[in-house]
């Protein structure tokens, strides 16, 4: 059994910064793809970003292409989201999850989520 615990998450203003961790214990982090998604209140979870189990290769929704980074540190178990130039629709709790599946950007290709962090963005 796979336990996801993402952090990092907060209250910003537009344009700031934020780096979000999703910590994984349970299982063998470094032969997994994985995955960020986000939810806004009274909004469908969406997908954000994935990686690679080697790190080697990288994908972003086109609405944070550019200001958004994921990697990945397989000997601290732990994944990373780097969210440069924030703005206020990023605003929403963000799920980190191991990927099993076909497709990088539906949630049904996810397994083992993790609670979620919330992030705000005022304006």
């Known amino acids: 059994q796979v336990q996801l615990v993402e952090s990092g998450g907060g209250l910003v203003q537009a344009g700031d910064s934020l780096r979000l961790s999703c910590a994984a214990s349970?299982?063998?982090?470094?032969?997994?793809?994985m995955g960020w998604f986000r939810q806004a209140p009274g909004k469908e979870r969406e997908f954000v970003s994935a990686?690679?189990?080697?790190?080697?290769?990288?994908y972003y929704a086109d609405s944070v292409k550019g200001r958004f980074t994921i990697s990945r540190d397989n000997a601290k178990n732990t994944m990373y989201l780097q969210m440069n130039s924030l703005k206020p629709e990023d605003t929403a709790v963000y799920y980190c999850a191991v990927h099993f599946g076909d497709s990088y950007s539906y949630t049904g290709g996810y397994a083992y989520w993790g609670q979620g962090t919330q992030v705000t963005v005022s304006s």
């Open positions: 349970g299982g063998t982090f470094s032969s997994y793809d």
């Open positions: 990686i690679k189990w080697s790190g080697g290769a990288t």
